[in-house]
């Protein structure tokens, strides 16, 4: 069987150093691996619609900001299909087949629905489309038969979802779907990055985001104000690692090289955070060291970034080659669903010819 990834992302906002270390990262090293037959990349415009449908534009216009970010992290569409989730009817249809096979009980119990409904303080007024896009995401997924989803931690619930609905719909119909298996990131500091102000999650809506086309200046501010231990008030006193966000980003970006460059005074980051927890480490030297391994990083895709800013028309071509090869998956998929479900009326000669002798003898 053929090893196939499916993954994305809602064109909500510029992408960020958590996408970057969460999922972006390890997208393109499994895009460079050679292990994979075809990658699909997902810009989940339909799903950004879901809680913006009265601000279109918004979406609009972070469609070509999230492909900018795509290539810009090494994302190359000669490896990877980038596409655009409207350009691709046939994932509607999928998801209408698929909501006979879920109950609304269910969906309620989904821990990231629940979570995002209290987010948004939707209560009682939840947009259906918004309630039920666990189920269109299982059509994303199961319209290029994937067997790989690289997710965060926080998205397992919904890959469990998928893999429900296709145990259900290959129970119903036969085999015909692929269940697919989740990936997470192999460092497990990268599987929630904390926002900068110390929140549990780094959120475009909370503010609390670097983004990788930040400039550099922008990255500095927003380091040097991070909130660290509260109680670190002196160099001399015990610093908490725990729970830190300046601890957090070096164990998802701190290199042994990044100390023999920036900070010798250490040989890795087990050193330095042994010396802050014991006292005589201040904050803003620690905060030094990770704008500087942070730097490094971004440079290079912040440079990228501006190379294909001065091509957008080429940027739109990349998506809609991306988006035409993904409709014809998704196309063959659709026929075998409805092959499965007996509605492929004008293709079952068998059906004609039986109703034929039916009614003519």
Same mark, same amino acid.
């Given at each position: 069987?053929?090893?196939? !990834?499916?993954?994305?992302?809602?064109?909500?906002?510029?992408?960020?150093?958590?996408?970057?270390?969460?999922?972006?990262?390890?997208? =393109?090293?499994?895009?460079?691996?050679?292990?994979?037959?075809?990658?699909? !990349?997902?810009?989940?415009?339909?799903?950004?619609?879901?809680?913006?449908?009265?601000?279109?534009?918004?979406?609009?216009?972070? =469609?070509?900001? =999230?492909?900018?970010?795509?290539?810009?992290?090494?994302?190359?569409?000669?490896?990877?299909?980038? #596409?655009?989730?409207?350009?691709?009817?046939?994932?509607?249809? #999928?998801?209408?087949?698929? /909501?006979?096979?879920?109950?609304?009980?269910?969906?309620?119990?989904?821990?990231?629905?629940?979570?995002?409904?209290? @987010?948004?303080?939707?209560?009682?007024?939840? *947009?259906?489309?918004?309630?039920?896009?666990?189920?269109?995401?299982?059509?994303?997924?199961?319209?290029?038969?994937?067997?790989?989803?690289?997710?965060?931690?926080?998205?397992?619930? @919904? &890959? +469990?979802?998928?893999?429900?609905?296709?145990?259900?719909?290959?129970?119903?119909?036969?085999?015909?779907?692929?269940?697919?298996?989740?990936?997470?990131?192999?460092?497990?500091? %990268? #599987?929630?990055?904390?926002?900068?102000?110390?929140?549990?999650? @780094?959120?475009?809506?909370?503010?609390? %985001?670097?983004? &990788?086309?930040?400039?550099?200046?922008?990255?500095?501010?927003?380091?040097?104000?991070?909130?660290?231990?509260?109680?670190?008030?002196? =160099?001399?006193?015990?610093?908490?690692?725990?729970?830190? *966000?300046?601890?957090?980003?070096?164990?998802?970006?701190?290199?042994?090289?990044?100390?023999?460059?920036? %900070?010798?005074?250490?040989?890795?980051?087990?050193?330095?955070?042994?010396?802050?927890?014991?006292?005589?480490?201040?904050?803003?030297?620690?905060?030094?060291?990770?704008?500087?391994?942070?730097?490094?990083?971004?440079?290079?895709?912040?440079?990228?970034?501006?190379?294909? +800013?001065?091509?957008?028309?080429?940027?739109?071509?990349? &998506?809609?080659?991306?988006?035409?090869?993904?409709? +014809?998956?998704?196309?063959?998929?659709?026929? /075998?669903?409805?092959?499965? @479900?007996?509605?492929?009326?004008?293709?079952?000669?068998?059906?004609?010819?039986?109703?034929? +002798?039916?009614?003519?003898?």
């Amino acid at each position: 069987m053929s090893k196939i !990834i499916l993954t994305g992302d809602r064109p909500t906002g510029r992408l960020h150093v958590g996408h970057y270390v969460g999922s972006l990262r390890e997208r =393109v090293r499994l895009q460079n691996s050679g292990e994979y037959d075809k990658i699909f !990349i997902m810009i989940a415009d339909a799903q950004a619609l879901t809680d913006n449908a009265e601000n279109p534009e918004k979406v609009r216009q972070n =469609v070509i900001e =999230v492909a900018l970010d795509y290539l810009s992290v090494g994302l190359d569409p000669a490896k990877s299909s980038i #596409l655009i989730q409207t350009q691709i009817p046939e994932l509607t249809e #999928l998801s209408f087949y698929y /909501m006979n096979l879920v109950t609304v009980s269910r969906l309620q119990r989904n821990p990231t629905v629940k979570a995002e409904i209290q @987010m948004r303080n939707f209560e009682a007024n939840i *947009p259906v489309g918004f309630f039920t896009y666990p189920i269109s995401q299982a059509a994303d997924i199961t319209a290029f038969l994937a067997t790989t989803v690289p997710v965060g931690e926080d998205q397992l619930p @919904m &890959l +469990e979802q998928t893999r429900e609905i296709v145990r259900k719909f290959n129970s119903v119909y036969g085999e015909t779907l692929v269940e697919p298996e989740a990936l997470l990131p192999s460092n497990k500091a %990268c #599987l929630r990055l904390p926002g900068i102000d110390g929140k549990a999650k @780094m959120s475009k809506s909370l503010g609390n %985001c670097i983004y &990788l086309s930040d400039t550099e200046e922008e990255v500095r501010q927003k380091v040097m104000s991070m909130f660290t231990d509260p109680n670190h008030l002196r =160099v001399s006193d015990p610093g908490q690692v725990e729970g830190n *966000p300046v601890s957090s980003y070096l164990d998802a970006f701190a290199r042994d090289e990044h100390f023999a460059e920036f %900070c010798p005074d250490y040989q890795n980051l087990d050193e330095m955070k042994a010396h802050y927890s014991r006292g005589g480490l201040g904050d803003v030297k620690v905060k030094r060291f990770l704008n500087n391994v942070l730097q490094t990083e971004l440079a290079p895709i912040r440079a990228k970034r501006k190379e294909y +800013e001065r091509d957008i028309p080429g940027v739109y071509d990349i &998506l809609r080659k991306g988006s035409d090869k993904a409709r +014809e998956e998704a196309a063959h998929t659709l026929d /075998m669903v409805r092959s499965a @479900m007996r509605i492929n009326y004008f293709d079952d000669a068998e059906l004609i010819r039986a109703q034929s +002798e039916k009614f003519n003898g």
